[in-house]
């Protein structure tokens, strides 16, 4: 069965700073991947996803990420985080089958002004 | 448009007792899935539909818990039984279909407290 890292559990920046969250899988086969935050108070929404063609991916409000085949990786990046950007983070991943979606567990970034 | 809607918003029972939690994902998604959301677990899949039919139940955690959907829309999850450790954020998710590359759309959740 796959499984879904995401070593960073709490990060702290402060605003114009920039963020790299960490995401590694565990599939050998065909993944497709997304990242889904979720802002205070209110439910799960897409930032991006990838599931073939370029490997960066670009999404909403600024945020972006790479699927490293060679790593398991698909770690989220954004240039200078802004306040509005203090969410919890999930990155999460469905196989060529099966669409549900294996979830890790999140990480909550808190951006400081 | 509208986006997937659950009911109750929030619900407290006694062990023991069984619950109902509702879902509307959006109108024409053919797919419907049931996650969790605690704080030991993380989010796990429950339980997806497409259509009436759920062809994968794997993530249901004992036969307390029970899904059905009617119609190809609403779908209900019931757990009999309750125990404490039910207590969690029940969400739904829906998407157009069933592939797996496809976004899932989540609605609001149910917080289950179980006294």
């Known amino acids: 069965a796959q499984s879904v890292s995401q070593h960073n559990h709490h990060v702290i920046l402060s605003e114009a700073a920039s963020l790299e969250l960490g995401c590694n899988y565990s599939?050998?086969?065909?993944?497709?991947l997304f990242w889904y935050v979720q802002y205070p108070g209110q439910h799960l929404q897409l930032l991006l996803k990838y599931f073939s063609g370029d490997p960066l991916v670009k999404g909403i409000k600024g945020f972006e990420a790479e699927f490293i085949k060679s790593k398991f990786s698909f770690n989220l990046r954004k240039p200078s985080v802004q306040w509005s950007d203090t969410a919890e983070y999930f990155c999460?991943?469905?196989?060529?089958?099966?669409?549900?979606?294996?979830f890790g567990t999140g990480t909550r970034l808190q951006v400081t002004l | 448009g509208a986006g997937v809607s659950q009911s109750p918003s929030n619900k407290v029972t006694e062990k023991g007792k069984d619950v109902e939690l509702r879902c509307d994902p959006i109108s024409g998604h053919t797919a419907l899935y049931w996650y969790r959301q605690s704080l030991g677990q993380g989010l796990e899949f429950l339980i997806y539909f497409q259509g009436n039919s759920a062809p994968d139940k794997s993530g249901l955690p004992s036969d307390r818990f029970s899904a059905e959907r009617t119609g190809g829309s609403v779908s209900t999850l019931t757990i009999q039984r309750t125990q404490q450790e039910d207590s969690a954020v029940y969400l739904c998710?829906?998407?157009?279909?069933?592939?797996?590359?496809?976004?899932?759309?989540f609605g609001p959740g149910t917080r289950l407290t179980v006294l």
């Open positions: 998710a829906s998407s157009p279909d069933g592939y797996s590359y496809n976004e899932q759309f």
């Open positions: 999460a991943v469905s196989t060529g089958t099966a669409s549900k979606l294996t």
């Open positions: 599939y050998g086969g065909t993944v497709n």
